[in-house]
């Protein structure tokens, strides 16, 4: 069965540090992965997504994530935080090509950005 | 504009009464999932639709109930046999089940 842990339920960083959001999944056959972010009392958006192809992901925002299959990791990453990318993030998995299953979400992890 | 609504933002039933959530896409998709987010626990999936007149528990379908009658519409029922309703309830679409999801602005159920 795939599942999804998140390490870090809260992540503090300063303005303008590197943002490092740790996913590891698991799966028994090639997974597709996804960031989405969440703001208060609203849906998710998505930020990114990994299929097939390159392993380094950019999305929006200037968020980036790498796939790294020997470590079942899709850690999130931002060079430099803003304080508005306070907000909820959840790692997704669900299976690759010829799979028909549903996402599977994280427990999400909480960023926090101090001035 | 295209995307997911769902209706209405703020609920509140008393305990013991049915309720209906509502969710309308006008993307085409042919999935529609039902998510409960409870603080700290994430999203878990309550149910999930493939196709028109199919759908699928999932992994915490009791106390619910929905229908699929409309490729556009996926109305899920809280029913009273749920014994802590009060969360936050997400409504999604996507292409096709392992696609990425597009979120509705979400429904706060409050039952007292």
């Known amino acids: 069965a795939q599942s999804v842990t998140q390490l870090g339920s809260h992540v503090s960083v300063s303005e303008g540090a590197l943002v490092l959001l740790r996913c590891n999944y698991s799966?028994?056959?090639?997974?597709?992965l996804f960031w989405y972010v969440q703001y208060p009392n609203q849906g998710l958006q998505l930020l990114l997504k990994?299929?097939?192809?390159?392993?380094l992901v950019k999305g929006i925002n200037g968020f980036e994530a790498e796939f790294k299959k020997s470590e079942t990791s899709f850690h999130l990453t931002k060079p430099s935080a803003h304080m508005s990318d306070a907000a909820e993030y959840f790692c997704?998995?669900?299976?690759?090509?010829?799979?028909?299953?549903?996402?599977?979400f994280g427990a999400g992890t909480r960023l926090a950005v101090h001035p | 504009d295209g995307g997911i609504t769902q209706s209405p933002k703020y609920l509140f039933r008393k305990e013991g009464q049915n309720v209906t959530l509502s969710c309308e896409q006008n993307l085409n998709h042919d999935a529609m999932y039902w998510y409960r987010q409870d603080p700290g626990q994430g999203l878990r999936l309550i149910y999930y639709s493939q196709i028109v007149n199919d759908f699928q528990k999932g992994d915490i379908a009791e106390g619910y109930s929905v229908s699929r009658e409309k490729k556009e519409s996926f109305p899920l029922t809280v029913t009273s046999a749920q014994k802590n309703p009060t969360a936050f309830y997400l409504c999604?679409?996507?292409?096709?089940?392992?696609?990425?999801?597009?979120f509705g602005q979400g429904t706060r159920l409050t039952v007292v």
């Open positions: 990994y299929t097939t192809g390159a392993t």
């Open positions: 997704a998995v669900s299976e690759g090509p010829g799979g028909y299953n549903k996402l599977i």
């Open positions: 799966s028994s056959v090639p997974p597709y």
């Open positions: 999604a679409s996507s292409p096709r089940v392992n696609t990425e999801a597009f």
